[in-house]
């Protein structure tokens, strides 16, 4: 029975140290290949990012608007590598744990350090069910986040 015990408990060790989490919601629509999961940042490196993005952080987080533009949009799609045709960050409405003046103002500023990696973001992307739960987000950014907490629980904290 110990060594069943020890077992499990290595195998859940090494399923929380995965680098590409993702949580699966309630939705049992299996067509929705993207929408009510949670996404880890996919570039770690602003070399990484193309340069037409990075020239263009400079109009990122320009205000406090929830939906965001061309820029923002496509910066978001570049570092967590979701496929546009599955789902597109440009004019979505979108949460974040700070708000998106900061979060824009923290990418700049360690871009122009040059010296650190992209900033520890995860995405939330809902589907429509989540969507109109969570009051017509879209998605939800998380920012060096140090625990992964469940879709259903970030749906309802959007709500209030």
């Known amino acids: ?33 993207v929408l009510g999961r949670e996404h880890e940042l996919q570039v770690r490196n602003f070399s990484e990012i193309p340069q037409d993005v990075l020239d263009n952080l400079d109009k990122m987080g320009m205000d406090s608007s929830l939906v965001l533009n061309e820029y923002e949009g496509r910066y978001f799609n570049c570092i967590f590598n979701i496929d546009p045709q599955d789902f597109s960050f440009v004019g979505k409405t979108v949460g974040f744990t700070t708000d998106k003046i900061d979060y824009f103002k923290d990418t700049y500023e360690r871009f122009c350090c040059n010296s650190t990696p992209v900033g520890g973001s995860g995405v939330y992307i809902f589907n429509a069910t989540q969507k109109v739960e969570s009051g017509g987000y879209d998605a939800f950014i998380t920012m060096w986040s140090k625990f992964a907490i469940p879709i259903e629980e970030v749906v309802k904290r959007l709500k209030k």
């Open 1 to 33: 029975m110990k060594k069943i015990f020890i077992m499990a408990f290595l195998e859940i060790l090494a399923f929380s140290c995965s680098p590409c989490h993702k949580c699966n919601s309630n939705n049992s629509d299996m067509s929705m290949r």
